[in-house]
Each structure stands twice: as structure tokens, then as C-alpha cells.
């Protein structure tokens, strides 16, 4: 019995001291893996948020398993994540390049036209403020609200340029296409026509 008692202390101590010399490497591993997640972290959140919840969520894990002192679960699962993490900042990466083409490709004729419109809506709305006479189709009251929605019409678009500036280009796409569908309806209800849009050809003599 005593025999029993010795055997099983001394694989109670082997095994304390085997769980001891793991949880170093294994604090290692979680180390390594939350530095290279947080070097991808803000790209990788906005571009591709669900391959990195899948990152975030393996490396929980690894915490956990460090927690309940698995130490040898932990090794393994966090000894996978800084390559994973990589991966997912490379797609993250990838993502933006692509959007910044797409964006740039809608704000360079966009950012050509919206100087014109907005120049076009406040020559329009000066002139009719002043005409004791309002064309067909076009009303005083109209006129009126485009008038006091000129300066929101300019804000607007001085805002999507800031944020296109900052590179916060999500953001100032949504402002510009906001500010174009508020001019581009403003010019309509007055009366006036962009003076970036096409005319029809005329018939020939």
C-alpha cells in the first residue's frame, strides 16, 4: 500500500511539474498570437470582420484553455494564429486596394461635376429669387427651399471632401452620393438642368 501511495505522489509531482514547464511556452504562444492579430486588427475589422472574428474567436479559445490550465490545448491552438493572423491581414490588405480602385474610380468624375451643379444651383436660385416671374412648372416655394438648402448642399460636399482626404473613404463615397442626389433633386424642382448633363442632338438642318 505504502508502495501505491509513493508511486501515485510521485506521478502527482512528474505531473504538476510537466503542467508547470508547459505554461510558460504556452503563455509564449498566446503572446505571439495577440501580437500578431493586433498588428492587423483595425484593417482586418473593417475589410474582412468575419475572418478575423474566426481569428479573435480561436485565440479566446487559447486564453481559455491557458485559464483552466491546459496548457498543452493552449500551445496548440495559439501556435497557429500568428500565420493565420497574417493571412487574414494580407485579405484585409487586399480588400482595401480593391476598394480604394472602386472608390477612386467613382469620386474622380464625381468630384468634376459636383463643383459645377452646386455652382449652377446657386446661379439658378439667384436668378429666380429675383424674377417677379417664376417659369412654368416652378413655384416660389420651391424656389424658396432650394434656397435655404444650398448651404446645406455645400456643407454636405465640403464634408465628403474632408473625409475623401482623410482616407476615410467609405465614409466620403456615402456623403458625395448624398450630396449629389440632394443637388441633382434641388436643380429638378427649379427648373434646371446640371451642366454636366448630355444634350440632346438636335436635328439636322
Keep these: 500500500m505504502k508502495n501505491l501511495l509513493a508511486v501515485a505522489a510521485v506521478a502527482l509531482v512528474v505531473s504538476l511539474g510537466a503542467g508547470c514547464s508547459q505554461k510558460a511556452p504556452a503563455q509564449k504562444s498566446i503572446d505571439a498570437a495577440e501580437q500578431a492579430l493586433s498588428e492587423v486588427d483595425d484593417q482586418a475589422q473593417q475589410y474582412v470582420p468575419a475572418k478575423y472574428a474566426a481569428v479573435k474567436a480561436q485565440l479566446d479559445e487559447a486564453r481559455k484553455a491557458f485559464r483552466d490550465g491546459k496548457y498543452q490545448q493552449a500551445i496548440k491552438v495559439a501556435a497557429a494564429l500568428p500565420a493565420k493572423a497574417k493571412a487574414v491581414g494580407e485579405e484585409a490588405s487586399a480588400a482595401r486596394q480593391e476598394m480604394e480602385a472602386q472608390v477612386k474610380a ?47 448642399v455645400q456643407k454636405a460636399w465640403k464634408s465628403a471632401q474632408d473625409a475623401y482626404a482623410a482616407g476615410q473613404l467609405k465614409d466620403a463615397m456615402l456623403r458625395a452620393k448624398g450630396s449629389e442626389l440632394l443637388v441633382l433633386r434641388l436643380m429638378q424642382s427649379i427648373g434646371a438642368a446640371p451642366p454636366d448633363k448630355p444634350k440632346a442632338d438636335q436635328p439636322a438642318g
Design 106 to 152: 467613382q469620386w474622380e468624375p464625381l468630384s468634376a461635376a459636383m463643383p459645377g451643379r452646386i455652382e449652377a444651383l446657386d446661379a439658378r436660385v439667384a436668378e429666380l429669387d429675383k424674377a417677379r416671374r417664376l417659369p412654368k412648372g416652378v413655384d416660389r416655394e420651391a424656389v424658396e427651399a432650394a434656397k435655404a438648402q444650398l448651404g446645406v
